[in-house]
């Protein structure tokens, strides 16, 4: 009987042996391991037209079809047609604040991933004392995303056909579906097609970009931005490593 007490008395102090330093190991690795990293967050926004005014029409704001006009970007949404306008705007020709003439159909839309993209069928440009300037096909893409710690963007806008003089020729502007090209800067007015800004944290691209002495407008403009890449939310807990374990029988 003493030997059966003495064999279990035995045993118990050698699974002790062995778990003690398991556990100790288990919560040291649970102490030091890596803090658990928050998913990035992402917000967008697509707009097809924005007239924002200036000058004597200092205060006026169109924008006609907006995409997450909060900015938020957590599904897939569709352009929201202001009421002002009535009806549905495919195919709709709209007059533009100010005598500066005319966009047609238009669209936009931002996708719970980041990305944005919006679209004009065509922009009839009539600023004075300019000669009409008739756009066709505007469309802008933006995406934001992390590599690793490190945000990434890409952006684009293509345009299929400028017409300075309304005259329905195309007229040779430097690489208009892609690169960055100043169309006008004369008589008080800027014409930008292709305009791409890059911040730390934000990529703004639009397909055509006007500022006159009356206000600036526009058009097909794709917003994304990203938060949070490599950010890590602590999780550590402290933890006693002088565990105390009775090992006697």
Do not use: M, W
């Given at each position: 009987m003493n030997d059966q007490k003495i064999q279990s008395g035995s045993l118990r102090r050698g699974v002790s042996i062995v778990l003690v330093p398991l556990v100790l190991a288990l919560i040291?690795?649970?102490?030091?391991?890596?803090a658990a990293q928050s998913a990035p967050t992402s917000t967008c926004r697509a707009s097809a037209v924005r007239f924002e005014g200036a000058g004597l029409l200092q205060g006026v704001l169109v924008e006609p079809i907006v995409a997450s006009?909060?900015?938020?970007?957590?599904?897939?949404?569709?352009?929201i047609l202001d009421d002002t306008f009535g009806g549905p705007l495919a195919g709709?020709?709209?007059?533009?604040?100010?005598?500066?003439?005319?966009v047609r159909a238009l669209y936009?839309?931002?996708?719970?991933?980041?990305?944005?993209?919006?679209?004009?069928?065509?922009?009839?440009?009539t600023i004075d004392p300019l000669p009409p300037i008739v756009v066709d096909a505007l469309m802008a893409q933006s995406e934001a995303a992390c590599d690793g710690d490190d945000p990434v963007f890409d952006g684009e806008s293509r345009i299929a056909r400028v017409d300075l003089n309304a005259d329905d020729e195309v007229d040779p502007v430097v690489d208009i579906r892609t690169e960055q090209t100043l169309i006008n800067n004369l008589a008080g007015v800027t014409v930008i097609a292709n305009q791409q800004t890059v911040t730390d944290d934000t990529i703004v691209q639009r397909a055509l970009f006007v500022e006159t002495p009356v206000g600036t407008l526009v058009v097909a403009e794709a917003i994304s931005d990203?938060?949070?890449c490599g950010d890590d939310t602590d999780t550590d807990t402290d933890v006693d490593d002088d565990v105390d374990v009775d090992t006697d029988t």
């Open positions: 040291a690795l649970v102490g030091n391991s890596p006009p909060e900015d938020e970007c957590t599904a897939d949404v569709e352009g709709r020709t709209l007059e533009l604040p100010g005598g500066l003439g005319t936009a839309e931002t996708q719970a991933d980041g990305t944005s993209e919006a679209g004009v069928l065509r922009t009839t440009l990203i938060h949070g």
